[in-house]
Every structure is written in structure tokens, then in C-alpha cells.
């Protein structure tokens, strides 16, 4: 049983560009993402690659040998690439790309190789381009997609048959004197090769899409300035702590937060001054909370607190504790000038026989919050106990 290489470049060179072209085309945003951008990239590369080294019965074998190799190791590099923003959303480190650019420095001093020994090297050098990509994903796998896992055990899988391959060359020469020659070996070993590398597209184009959808779903809960949830999702968990407080008999504790004078933030340093002033504010809120709170913003300059499991001594504690920590911002307008930020709160219970509403509990913080203001602000004013 034999292999024939031609048709198996000639199927994986398809493959590559009906992929190239899905990504590039379906989707035309696909440009404005680096990683995506990167991976198209890389299956150009490929598909050139391929084309190269086919077009070897027309050039001369060392421009094909040169060309074809080159393009694959750039392939190889751009799909590790493409990995590596993907991840970390960072550009790659300049280390990384002139690693890569060393790796493929050999190929220019294997033209005259015997091709089972250049077989060898290059599988080596491929397996290397993919190395990082495999590292990376597998060492941020609890933050990483479920595609994007597959990715990463679909280049560990390239990566292995890659070095199958280069001990199949090395030690097997025979099966090795011109690449169109059938062999089993040879061909088991190139298919497995090229086949999982190429089906690792699909992977990361559903690790692109899983993305945006996870994205879009944080958009439409949160707000986009604070990370906050937004009014909507607070409303839904709000009258679900309440629920589920009346069934475990658990109190449930909502504070109501109005930063004071933000419209003189505004007016007298302008908007991007009271923007970084709710960032700072929900960042010091939330770097006291416990996993169990919900911090949200209402709107405008209002955020909310929804504290289970929370009695008024407990609630108001870490009310007190929040003003006296938003005292100590350190922020400054364009004029170097310090920009005070404090707020106003208004604090109610809900206790474990309350049968209240999420809407009625709003509403009596809300009051709770008014009399703050008119007691001179920058403090907490607590609700009569709800009940009904």
C-alpha cells in the first residue's frame, strides 16, 4: 500500500485555500483582528508553500526546495503567532520572531541535503514554529475557549507527527529519494503532518467566534466603563437574592451609592476626569467585596450593592469601610489639581421574614439616600427595615 504525495499536496493545498478563503471572506471585519488577520496569513503561506514545492517538475529543485520550505516554516510561524495574540492579546515578543527567523535560516544550507536528511530538519524546524503556540494555550487553559483547547491539542498532535516524521526520514532514507516517490511511510507521515495542522483553522475560527459571543454577552450584562453589572441584570439578581433569601431565612442587605458633586467633576475638569473617577470609585468598591456581592451601576454616577447573607451591622461596616477608602483616591485634574471624589449612600435590610420586592427595596434605599444628601452628604443613612 503506497501514498501518492502529489495528490496528497494537492488535496491539503485546497484545503488550506478554501480555509484562507472562508476567513478571509465570510466575515470582512476579520482584518481588524490581528489574530485572524494572522492565521489568513499563514494559510496564504501554506497554500504557497505547497504550490512551490509542486511547481518543482517546472523550476529548478533548488528554487523550489528554497521557496516551498520557506513559506511553510512562515505558515507554521503565523499560525503560532495568531495563537500567541489570540491569548494574550499582546503583539509578539521580538525574542519569539527572531527565533523564528533563525529556525528558518537552515534551509538555505540544506538545498544540497539528501532529501531524507532535509525531511529530518525541516519536520524539526516546523515542530519548533509550533512549540510556543502549544505552551501557551495548555498553560492558559482555564481561561482559554473550548475551541481554542482544541487548537492546542491539535498542534501538539502536528507537532508529534512532525517528529515521527523527521525519525521516519532519518532512519528510513530509503523511502525518502524524491518527494513524489510512493511510500507509506513517507505519506502516513506527511498527511498526519499537514492534515491535523490544517484542520486546527477550523478550531480557531470557532475559538474567534466564541469569543465574540462571549464578548457580546458581557456587553449586553455589564456596563462598559466600570466592568459593573448594568440596571437590567442588577433588577434580575436583586429580586433573586431577595427569593432566595426568603427560602434559606438569610437576611439580604442592598446599599444604594450617589457619588456626591460629580457634576462639578464634569463641569470644572471635564468628562474624561469623571470618567476615571467612576473607574477609580468601582475598582475601590470592588476590591472589597466578597465573591458572593453584586456591584452594579444604576446609572450616571448611582451603583448598588447587593450583599446575601448580610445583616445591617455587616452591611453598614463595609459601607463605612468603602467611604473612607473612595477618601483616599489619589485623583488629580489635567490642571494637577486634586479632584475629591466621596459618595452618599442610602443602606436597608431585608431581613429573613421580609416578603419585600427587588422594586419596593429600591425604593426605600432610595429615600435612605436622599435624607443622606440633605444631611450633608458623604455619608451613610439607613432604611427602615423592610417587610412587605
Known amino acids: 500500500m503506497t501514498l501518492h504525495i502529489p495528490t496528497l499536496i494537492a488535496a491539503l493545498t485546497l484545503g488550506f ?42 523550476v529548478p529543485l533548488p528554487l523550489s526546495v528554497l521557496i516551498g520550505n520557506l513559506l511553510l516554516c512562515l505558515g507554521a510561524g503565523l499560525f503560532s503567532q495568531a495563537v500567541w495574540v489570540f491569548v494574550t492579546e499582546q503583539p509578539l515578543p521580538l525574542a519569539l520572531r527572531w527565533g523564528w527567523l533563525a529556525a ?18 525541516l519536520s524539526l524546524v516546523y515542530a519548533a514554529c509550533l512549540l510556543p503556540a502549544v505552551w501557551l494555550v495548555f498553560r492558559h487553559r482555564a481561561a482559554a475557549e473550548r475551541s481554542l483547547l482544541m487548537v492546542g491539542t491539535g498542534f501538539a ?20 529519494q524524491a518527494l513524489t516517490q510512493p511510500s507509506l511511510g513517507q505519506g502516513l507521515t506527511f498527511l498526519a503532518a499537514f492534515l491535523t495542522l490544517m484542520t486546527t483553522g477550523w478550531g480557531f475560527l470557532l475559538a474567534g467566534m466564541e469569543r465574540t459571543a462571549q464578548r457580546l454577552e458581557v456587553l449586553a450584562t455589564h456596563d462598559g466603563l466600570t466592568g459593573c453589572f448594568n440596571r437590567s441584570t442588577a433588577d434580575a439578581l436583586l429580586q433573586h437574592e431577595l427569593q432566595r433569601g426568603q427560602r434559606d431565612e438569610l437576611p439580604v442587605a442592598f446599599v444604594l451609592m450617589d457619588l456626591d458633586h460629580f457634576k462639578h467633576i464634569n463641569d470644572n475638569h471635564g468628562h474624561r476626569a469623571g470618567d476615571e473617577a467612576l473607574r477609580l470609585f468601582a475598582e475601590t468598591v470592588r476590591s472589597r467585596l466578597r465573591a458572593s456581592d453584586v456591584f452594579c451601576r444604576l446609572g450616571g454616577e448611582e451603583f448598588g450593592l447587593i450583599l446575601p447573607a ?58 435612605a439616600l436622599y435624607a443622606a444628601k440633605r444631611a450633608g452628604r458623604c455619608q451613610i443613612a439607613l432604611a427602615q427595615p423592610a417587610s412587605s
Open 157 to 176: 498532535l502536528t507537532v508529534l507527527a512532525l517528529v515521527c516524521r523527521a525519525w521516519h526520514a532519518w532512519f528510513h532514507p530509503a523511502d525518502y
Open 17 to 58: 485555500l478554501l480555509l484562507a478563503l472562508q476567513m478571509g471572506l465570510s466575515r470582512p471585519s476579520w482584518r481588524d483582528q490581528p489574530a485572524m488577520a494572522c492565521w489568513v496569513a499563514g494559510n496564504w503561506a501554506m497554500v504557497g508553500g505547497f504550490l512551490a514545492l509542486i511547481a518543482r517538475a517546472w
Open 104 to 121: 528558518a535560516l537552515p534551509i538555505l544550507a540544506m538545498l544540497d541535503w539528501p532529501l531524507s536528511q532535509r525531511t529530518s530538519v
Open 310 to 367: 448580610t445583616d445591617e451591622a455587616g452591611a453598614r461596616r463595609l459601607a463605612e469601610d468603602i467611604l473612607q477608602a473612595t477618601r483616599l483616591i489619589g485623583l488629580h485634574g489635567a490642571d494637577g489639581q486634586p479632584i475629591e471624589v466621596a459618595f452618599s449612600a442610602g443602606l436597608v435590610v431585608a431581613g429573613s421574614d421580609s416578603r419585600c420586592n427587588a422594586d419596593h427595596l429600591y425604593r426605600q434605599a432610595d429615600a
